[in-house]
């Protein structure tokens, strides 16, 4: 196969729907100020032809929103139904995930993801009173999350943390564990609405890091909070994975493109969450055929600048073990947040230098067989 600028993109997310049926109080994401648009499947299967055509890796095809949910099981079926003949005639195989709040999920959608082999993420930022005080939905979701359970598709939830939830996070662990959501991932939410109130403080984020840690002790061989294995386990390595969300240069552009339904491609999903975004983070389009491999590094570049600008201070940084590093589609419009982040991980790494260092290797080690 003839190399392109895309050769080697194995995780493809596909904005299926740029609208949500959600609105909650911390959400980055600009769909509720554009006007609802359809993605016709004649124009999916043009971009996702012509994808296959230029990636030489077996793929992972991520649903991504808005909510995915929006679009009908029958919509979905001929989507998955047209990515497999696509990926089939380039010689690929590619495998389906869906990140959905879960308020939509019918039983009509049960059957399609159990069909197509999904694997499922399901938003969830605690029990009722925390969950529905940002988001809503919360019954619904609950709902969703036992439906995906009993057909094996849940992967595990995600809950964004936030001035709604940062000191809650016993409540949080103890809810999923009745739920018997055995996967778990906690992430900082960034602040890109321009409401400066919500953005979490250096303490705030703190508080939150050192309860999670003491939750994962006590909790870990009942549910994995999987973020955090992987700082464990690099805390004790000082090993710092490569291309990944928490590295100091993400796989976004690399191995990761995002795809809107006029084809217009970005690194990630995040890059289209605010208008300033989508103008400056825009990589080309699925459909030319033209864009070389050096014009693409250039813009690959430009995206990874904020990287290249902290580098020096990154690497000689005693907390870059457990960072997250910076996110250059978040971080460019919300400067607050990863300085604060920044604070708070360095104070976290002098805490889990305190603990005992048996106890972290005891869960390493219980999830050394793992594929996290």
Request: hydrophobic content about 35%; charged content about 20%; some cysteine.
């Amino acid at each position: 196969m003839k190399r392109t600028p895309l050769s080697n993109v194995c995780e493809l997310h596909v904005e299926v729907s740029d609208s949500c049926n959600l609105h909650c109080d911390y959400c980055y994401f600009i769909a509720k100020e554009k006007v609802k648009s359809s993605f016709s499947l004649q124009d999916f299967e043009r971009i996702i032809k012509a994808f296959f055509q230029k990636t030489s890796c077996d793929v992972t095809f991520v649903f991504h929103g808005g909510e995915p949910l929006m679009c009908s099981p029958e919509w979905i079926d001929k989507a998955c139904r047209i990515t497999h003949d696509c990926a089939k005639a380039n010689g690929h195989m590619v495998c389906f995930h869906l990140q959905t709040n879960g308020t939509l999920l019918t039983d009509k959608h049960i059957d399609v993801l159990s069909h197509h082999h999904f694997t499922v993420n399901v938003s969830l930022d605690g029990p009722a009173e925390i969950h529905d005080s940002v988001r809503g939905g919360y019954k619904q979701t609950i709902k969703a999350i036992e439906l995906l359970r009993k057909a094996g598709l849940l992967i595990g939830t995600i809950s964004v943390i936030g001035k709604h939830n940062y000191n809650q996070v016993h409540h949080i662990v103890e809810h999923l564990l009745a739920l018997g959501v055995s996967r778990y991932h906690f992430n900082i939410g960034s602040i890109l609405n321009g409401n400066k109130n919500l953005i979490l403080s250096e303490n705030e984020i703190l508080t939150y890091l050192q309860d999670s840690y003491h939750e994962f002790a006590r909790t870990y061989q009942s549910a994995c909070n999987w973020v955090l294995l992987g700082k464990l386990r690099r805390f004790v390595s000082k090993e710092i994975p490569q291309l990944s969300c928490d590295s100091p240069i993400c796989g976004a552009a690399i191995h990761k493109i995002h795809v809107k339904s006029n084809g217009n491609f970005y690194p990630c999903g995040s890059c289209v969450s605010k208008q300033e975004g989508i103008r400056t983070f825009l990589l080309g389009n699925i459909l030319d055929d033209n864009l070389s491999q050096e014009e693409y590094e250039k813009r690959m570049s430009a995206f990874h600048h904020l990287y290249f600008a902290h580098r020096e201070v990154c690497m000689n940084c005693k907390a870059q073990t457990v960072c997250d590093f910076l996110c250059p589609a978040f971080d460019e419009f919300d400067s607050e947040t990863i300085t604060n982040k920044c604070k708070a991980y360095n104070a976290f790494i002098d805490f889990l230098e305190k603990q005992d260092l048996a106890e972290i290797q005891s869960i390493i080690d219980f999830y050394k067989d793992e594929n996290d």
